[in-house]
């Protein structure tokens, strides 16, 4: 799975001190390239791979007391999920209605393209339990403040103990740098121990419903054997409307390759509103991976939203080296035009220094996910999708 060797994810909403920069529309974030990688704007990466194999936990390591989950699982109506805590933090009421909400907005957005669920709790239960042998089928939520490693390698790792069918399951998850995030897949984490998959957060902040739902991205692309991430990986270009629009003869990348000292990048544009990073952009980082993440957060929202279906249309998806894909008709919309969603926006910010940004790019990015994921979804109706 190359799309999946990049590891990992975090995600944390990180302010944005410097709005006032140059703003330039192709970069992640709305701040000079000196301050990129300042304290202040850095974000937290934690680059160890979540598909390794087995571990061996330490024996005799101290365990945090477990705190048993207060959910369990109900057959209908009920998303097939399970909250519970290392026994050092808990989820705080807000990060509990965070996760309601977010699992409520995924299975929302699946119902809406699945031709097998019958409501928005079957349609998440359906995606989100495939391919699974040992592990339980649930998705885990796990919140934790560890510093521990379990495993010997001095990264913090997260341990815990919930009951699934009158079973206890002891699980560990490796390697989450403490402030963060991180979505798992299932897999046998040690020999005979089966973890689900899972989102556990590390330390001390407040998860938001839009963190969820960005790591349920991850746990959907691991799930669907990475075709997001690797469709929209190896040299692929996404271009904005701009040469329809404004007589340009170079479509501007709103997304992906631009050249080989830049050879991949995802514009802000279109991904929320206003000059700071919103919680739309869960991650800065320029690569497919968390591109993906971040695009289905903005797939699942703006799908859920009343007249938010893309404006444009005949989107050239194919994989192509050295010319962005823009899209070929529907890019003479009139702007501005109600943008009353959440999720993917077409901005203007011109003003701001960023001349292509009326170049549609949050219809395009919205197009094209709809097209992928609806492709996901059709490939997988055999098994329930
Ligand atoms: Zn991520």
Known sequence: MPGATGGVRKHIYVANAAATAPADARKNYWVAPALAVTSANQFNVDARNPFGAQRTIVPNTPAPTPIYPTATLVPANTFNIVRVSDGIRTWSPNEEFSISLGVLQVGLAFDKISLNATNQYDAFNRVMTTGL????????????????????????????????????????????????????????????????????????????????????????????????????????????????????????????????????????????????????????????????????????????????????????TSISPSTPHSPQNGCDVVKPFDQNWLGFLNQDWSAQGAPFDNGLPGETRHAYMKERMIAIFSSNISIGW
């Open 133 to 316: 042998t040992n592990a339980d089928p649930i998705t885990l939520f796990l919140r934790a403040n560890s510093a521990i490693s379990f495993t010997g390698d001095g990264f913090p790792d997260v341990a815990a103990t919930y009951i699934y069918n009158g079973q206890t399951r002891n699980v560990v998850y490796d390697d989450i740098t403490n402030g963060v995030c991180k979505a798992f897949a299932a897999k046998e984490f040690a020999l005979g121990q089966y973890n689900p998959r899972a989102v556990v957060c590390n330390g001390i902040f407040e998860v938001s419903e839009y963190a969820i739902v960005h790591e349920l991205g991850h746990i959907f692309d691991y799930i669907s054997g990475s075709v997001l991430t690797n469709g929209i990986a190896s040299n692929f270009q996404l271009g904005s409307c701009i040469t329809l629009i404004e007589g340009s003869t170079t479509s501007y990348t709103i997304m992906g390759y631009v050249s080989p000292a830049n050879p991949w990048a995802r514009g802000r544009r279109g991904w929320g509103s206003g000059s700071a990073i919103s919680p739309f952009q869960q991650s800065p980082e320029n690569i497919p991976l968390e591109a993906t993440a971040d695009m289905f957060l903005n797939w699942v929202y703006r799908s859920n939203n009343n007249n938010s279906e893309p404006k444009v249309s005949s989107l050239n």
